[in-house]
């Protein structure tokens, strides 16, 4: 049990809902909408033929697709996604729909993912647990939150054996959480943390 904490370590919850760039919001019409003009193409197509989709196809179906826990190589998520391109364009694109690389687990940044948890807070740069792919771990992960620690999307990002005309392939789990449980390890590791971060305003009570 922690006791004697210093309450200035911890925040009151946001009172205002601040949507950033990338926000995903669902919309019910009330009746039909009419929108005129055209769209243009984002991006040039990859594809061109079904020749083409298919030596894809070939490519990449020997490539590994079931991620394992790094401690007790437990199976767990399963990559549903593909991506073709420099870590670059990637990570623009990314960007630019508002999902943020993940800080790496540490005692600060679990104390942080944990603090966000009391306060009721989001923690966009929120680390996640290491699933390995193939026994390699993701060159990068993202996620996307808002207001709340418990919802958020994941991405852990893996770089693949292969390429596709000179350019890289890279698959990808794509989970959501819709809610977090609590385990006596991660109090445990919580404790730990503030005893680690802020020696002179946490103990250990019994």
Known sequence: ?????????????????IFPAGTELRFRLAQPLTISGTFTTIAPPILHSEEERTALAELIRPLPFHTKTDKTR???????????????????AFDAA???????????????????VVENQGYHEAPMSTLLLDGANPTFTCAKTLDTFFKRHHLRIYTATV??????????TATH??????????????????????PKSAAIVG
Not at 8 to 13: E, L, T
Not at 102 to 113: E, H, I
Not at 163 to 172: A, E, M, R, V
Request: glycine share 6%; net charge neutral.
């Open 1 to 17: 049990m922690c006791a004697n904490a210093n309450s200035a370590n911890f925040r009151i919850p946001e009172s205002e809902i």
């Open 98 to 116: 508002g999902w943020r690389r993940s800080d790496v687990l540490s005692a600060q940044t679990g104390y942080g993912a944990m603090r966000a």
């Open 163 to 172: 390429s596709y005309h000179d350019l890289p392939i890279w698959t990808s």
């Open 74 to 92: 437990t199976p767990s998520d399963l990559t549903s996604v593909l991506y073709i391109g420099s870590q670059d364009a990637l990570m623009r």
């Open 177 to 198: 959480d819709s809610g977090i449980g609590f385990s006596k390890l991660m109090v445990l590791n919580f404790v730990r943390a503030l005893l680690t971060l802020f």
